[in-house]
Nanobody
């Protein structure tokens, strides 16, 4: 069974940057389509970004396009989310998710594995 552990969250001023990491243990990350979701206060969990198994395809929510970049290193079994030009509305718990199928999905229920989440707070 794969376990996902996120890190890199914290408090940052608006306009700042953070890089989140998600390390997988138990099985090769290369077997999974990987994504980041987030859940803000009082909101439903939403898709942020996704990356295919070989990094050939990436997908982004409209709200983060041009500011966030998802990447992966299958040798290190790690997925990253580089977040630039952060806004207060980016404040949320960010979750790493893995999907056995290689296609993208924006739906929470179509992901098989989840990390515990890391808090990102953007101060105005």
């Amino acid at each position: 069974q794969v376990q996902l552990v996120e890190s890199g969250g914290g408090l940052v001023q608006a306009g700042g940057s953070l890089r989140l990491s998600c390390v997988a243990s138990g099985r090769p990350l290369a077997n999974y389509f990987m994504a980041w979701f987030r859940q803000g206060p009082g909101k439903e969990r939403e898709f942020v970004a996704g990356v295919s198994r070989n990094s050939g395809c990436t997908y982004y929510a409209d709200a983060v396009k041009g500011r966030f970049t998802i990447s992966r290193d299958n040798v290190k079994n790690t997925v990253y989310l580089q977040m630039n030009s952060l806004k207060p509305e980016d404040t949320a718990v960010y979750y790493c998710a893995a999907r056995g199928s290689n296609g993208n999905s924006y739906l929470v229920r179509q992901y098989d594995l989840w990390g515990q989440g890391t808090q990102v707070t953007v101060a105005s």
